[in-house]
């Protein structure tokens, strides 16, 4: 009974090292430059002051998203969202505004607005893989 129980631990014990060791390479690959799946970062923000009142930002991220999703926005924060969405061009159903903002549709559908109280309406256009971002004050 007793070497039953000694088996028992000692792989038990070589399982939690194995799963311990996998942990580490896992982490250490993440911090390698591996975004984690369903996240986001912003690789690049440019910003041009350039002309009064008005400020420019052109924004890269990089994604690691699911099957089904994209690389968009949501909350005014680069993020995975439905691939519908974007091959629909529905802007305003990924959430993009911060909160206590309201979303609109650009008419030709190339992006949307969103608006806050006071007249600050920001103007959000989709190139291809970039957004570039107008801030009108």
């Given amino acids: 009974m007793q070497a039953g129980l000694r088996a028992l631990f ?12 996998l942990w580490v390479i896992y982490s250490h690959l993440l911090k390698e ?6 996240t986001c ?22 994604c690691a998203c699911r099957r ?5 926005t949501t ?4 993020a995975c969202v439905d ?3 974007v091959k629909n061009k529905q802007w305003c159903e990924m959430a993009p505004c911060s909160e206590g ?5 650009l008419l030709n559908r190339s992006g949307w607005t969103c608006t806050k109280g ?16 107008t801030f009108v004050v």
């Fill in 118 to 133: 006071g007249g600050r309406i920001k103007t959000v256009t989709v190139s291809f893989l970039q957004c570039s971002f």
């Fill in 33 to 38: 430059g591996q975004l984690a799946v369903g």
């Fill in 41 to 62: 970062e912003i690789v690049t923000l440019n910003r041009d002051s350039s002309q009064p009142r008005r400020m420019i930002a052109r924004q890269t991220a990089r």
């Fill in 101 to 105: 903002e309201i979303c609109g549709l």
């Fill in 83 to 85: 691939a519908r969405i």
């Fill in 68 to 72: 089904g999703q994209i690389a968009g």
């Fill in 75 to 78: 909350r005014a924060r680069p």
């Fill in 10 to 21: 000692a792989g038990t014990g070589a399982s939690l090292c194995c799963l311990f060791l």
